[in-house]
């Protein structure tokens, strides 16, 4: 079963936390997993995994100027394929642009590290294209986290994903951006569970009664741990049966 799992949710809604809970959990159930981070202003994911923050992909293909130009080419030549001269498993990547941490590698397409340096539209388009160019085994799994929102729907990023989770919160604005992401995931093809996180008894009940049941897969209730853990900048090295849970699930297949 080839899994590339794409993990979205509004600002602070704690995607990335999620992202690297699932990536632990996985990475304990024996799986060869790769994180990518391809939201340019997310600082502190690879401190959560227990990493140094790996240098911008991007820098791959010469930055952004140069990435703009080559991606300009490819579009008018019509091989947007081309920006990769192969395709690469997880042990091919670029070892200068992943970090590792056991069978957890990391990988960030880029950050916005300048003021005045331009859009991060270069690094939407490279993160669609790297996905698209990352071949998996039965042994792999691919967790992308994406910037908030819904810009990455836009950019085509999830064509190179399998799956979509996305994470709410108990707040008015993550349960009407689930209907947009409902959507979106609808026509883009790709099958859309949702995880609620922070989520109190009285908030899990609000929030079942407004999203389909059926592609919940866990409700994540507040833990001091993991949020001493993200306050401090720390590795998570907390287990959950919630995430547990969602691994399990993903393993079964029964999402595809």
């Known amino acids: 079963m080839k899994m590339k799992v794409l993990v979205c949710g509004k600002g602070g ?97 880029g950050k916005i590290h300048d003021f005045g340096e331009g859009c991060a539209c270069p690094m939407g388009a490279l993160a669609k294209h790297l996905l ?8 792999d799994l691919v967790l992308v986290d994406t910037e908030a929102g819904i810009e990455h729907f836009g950019r085509g990023v999830e ?39 922070r989520a109190d008894k009285i908030g899990t009940h609000f929030m079942l009664e407004t999203v389909d049941k059926t592609h919940v897969l866990a409700s994540v209730p507040s833990d001091m741990d993991v949020f001493r853990a993200g306050f401090a900048g720390e590795e998570l090295k907390v287990e959950l049966p919630e995430i547990e849970a969602v691994a399990d699930f993903l393993i079964s297949g029964d999402w595809a």
């Open 159 to 197: 064509e190179g994903c399998d799956l979509v989770l996305m994470v709410l919160d108990p707040s008015y604005e993550s349960i009407r951006l689930s209907e947009k992401i409902r959507q979106l995931a609808e026509k883009a093809g790709k099958p859309l569970y949702f995880i609620l996180n």
């Open 13 to 109: 809604s704690g995607k990335s936390t999620i992202t690297a809970l699932l990536a632990k959990e996985m990475s304990r159930k024996g799986y060869n997993v790769l994180v990518v981070d391809s939201d340019e202003s997310n600082f502190g994911l690879h401190r959560q995994l227990g990493v140094e923050m790996p240098e911008d992909f991007m820098n791959y293909l010469g930055g952004k100027k140069a990435l703009g130009q080559k991606m300009m080419k490819a579009f008018q030549s019509g091989e947007a394929a081309s920006i990769f001269e192969e395709k690469w498993g997880i042990p091919e990547i670029p070892e200068a642009y992943t970090v590792a941490n056991g069978n957890i590698k990391m990988m960030a397409v």
């Open 132 to 139: 698209k160019n990352i071949e998996t085994t039965s042994e």
